[in-house]
């Protein structure tokens, strides 16, 4: 068997592994590089090559940057005053949610962007007597959008710039993925405001994200204490606790007013069966307790025991506490800085966001276990294990191959018949597994058709990365797809019905708004 025919079963296999969703993608993507080694088309270093990538390292640094800006309360802070802007008129609502998730997600990913804003878009949902359907689809549509308006976007902006200067090319500047994510926004914004009510379903989820925005007046009524009794702002708050079965406090004296053994929560108000106790008591299965802290003493104490049982996520009851300060602002610095270093190309992009996730860490805008939860191992491995096969398909000329039969199909056709195909493949593969493995996959036979037909690499390189942002079909295409997916009660054919007039819009984008900007 050749190495060429070995490769192909490879990437066939992965595909269907990844398309029947019965195997987790981080195991099929750990599978490819295993294989292409046991195998002997790549050698050791070569099939591990993925896991050592700048991309790998950019991306884990994002997540942390991200996390950060969750984390000091910048996202919801801007959630709240979209609520008190945009009045109670469906249109305006979702106009303004989709500007700002687009915003948003050009600074810090789309799932970044997406899990930030998921209870604000149920909160805005409510306000204009909508269902949570009607509202959380374009949210997560409006990220694939906001990915194309600077470099820091999406993981497949930062792949497309440097295999595009691999290719002899240049890199993408900072903010020229805007001259085809303006128009891409504009036209969501239209298809999501006009034919969104008609396509989306009317349709209740089982569990929603909750509003948390008046906690604090809702504890003080649950426990029976005065309003200057409950607090939450940016250095502590309060957080419910329940004890479960098999708890170690389980028959520990237990009273309002005293420490933990920590001696860095207070115990505020203890509840059982319904009522408040007040006097010492033998805690009990099933009592809830209300303690006060810092928040840094809250992860540190109540989240990581498995001997309590959390109400709500410290850091969603956190992020509604949070009103300007001093680690709001850092946070915003070393955003601001980050952005400039990447506009002016001071550094490699890796070596720019792992700076920027150090400072805010250093800076104490977010802490070390809070960074190490943030980062998605699952997204890293993908990335770092479909890396290699992408270099093998150009190894052992699969991508030369593909790129003549299009050359020979395409040869008489204008170059945007040719982008057409290559864009038409890559979002009919989106739809069922990553966008950066359809891209890493469709790459070189991209670069290898505009090598074979004399052309730049970087309109093929762009259309790739509008392609890839087109995964909107079902909701396994994207973590920002899947996100959405219970809170709205969605169905797998809901994505479809307005994804469809999306998809016809980027591909419009890719064959037509592309080869203006960066000709042939």
């Known amino acids: 068997m050749t190495p060429a025919l070995i490769v192909t079963l490879i990437l066939l296999i992965a595909i269907i592994a990844f398309v029947s969703n019965r195997i987790p993608p981080g195991i099929v993507a750990l599978g490819v590089p295993i294989a292409l080694y046991l195998t002997g ?39 709240q005053l979209i609520i008190e802007k945009t009045g109670d008129k469906p249109a305006s609502v979702i106009s303004g949610l989709v500007v700002l998730t687009a915003a948003l997600t050009a600074v810090i990913s789309p799932n970044g962007s997406v899990a930030a804003l998921l209870p604000v878009g149920v909160v805005l949902a409510m306000k204009i007597n909508q269902r949570p359907s009607k509202v959380l689809i374009p949210l997560a549509f409006a990220a ?66 909750r509003d948390l925005s008046q906690h604090a007046a809702t504890l ?81 104490n109540a989240v990581v025991d498995r001997n309590v049982l959390m109400v709500d996520s410290p850091r969603h009851l956190k992020s509604q506490a949070v009103v300007p ?21 001071v550094a490699p992009p890796a070596i720019v966001t792992l700076c920027g996730a150090a400072a805010m860490i250093l800076l104490r805008t977010v802490s070390v276990p809070q960074a190490h939860r943030a980062i998605s191992i699952t997204t890293l491995v993908i990335m770092g294990g479909m890396i290699p096969l992408a270099g093998a398909m150009q190894l052992t000329g699969i991508s030369d191959a593909i790129a003549e039969w299009i050359s020979h199909v395409f040869g008489e056709s204008s170059p945007r018949i040719v982008i057409l195909g290559i864009s038409l493949a890559v979002l009919l593969l989106g739809q069922f597994i990553s966008n950066m493995a359809t891209v890493l996959v469709m790459a070189p036979i991209a670069l290898s058709v505009a090598d074979s037909f004399g052309y730049s690499p970087l309109p093929f390189m762009m259309a790739l ?29 809901d994505y479809w019905k307005l994804g469809l007039p999306l998809a016809v819009l980027y591909i419009s984008v890719a064959v037509l708004v592309v080869p203006i900007f960066w000709p042939f």
Do not use: C
């Open 41 to 79: 088309v790549l050698t050791l270093d070569e099939s591990l090559s993925g896991f050592g990538d700048p991309i790998v390292v950019y991306i884990a640094a994002l997540f942390v940057i991200s996390e950060a800006l969750d984390a000091t309360g910048i996202t919801t802070w801007i959630g």
């Open 144 to 209: 694939h959008a906001g990915s194309l308006l600077t470099l820091m976007g999406s993981p497949v902006n930062i792949l497309v710039s440097e295999l595009a200067q691999d290719a002899g090319a240049r890199a993408f500047g900072f903010f020229e993925f805007a001259l085809v994510g303006v128009p891409l926004l504009i036209g969501t914004l239209l298809i999501v405001v006009f034919l969104g009510p008609r396509l989306l379903p009317e349709r209740s989820a089982e569990s929603m994200p």
């Open 220 to 300: 003080a009524i649950a426990y029976d204490l005065d309003g200057h009794e409950v607090h939450l702002d940016r250095k502590g708050g309060m957080v419910e606790v329940v004890i479960p079965p098999r708890s170690a406090f389980i028959g520990d004296e237990v009273f309002p007013g005293m420490r933990t053994e920590s001696g860095q929560l207070v115990v505020v108000a203890v509840v059982r069966g319904g009522r408040r106790i007040d006097h010492s008591t033998s805690a009990e299965q099933g009592d809830t307790l209300l303690l006060r802290g810092t928040w840094e003493s809250i992860d540190k």
């Open 325 to 345: 300060g001093p680690r709001w602002l850092r946070a915003l610095v070393v955003l601001g800085v980050v952005i400039l270093l990447l506009f002016f190309d």
């Open 465 to 493: 990365a509008v392609a890839g942002a087109a995964s909107l079909f079902t909701p396994i295409a994207t973590p920002a797809n899947t996100m959405v997916f219970a809170p709205g009660g969605y169905r797998f054919t």
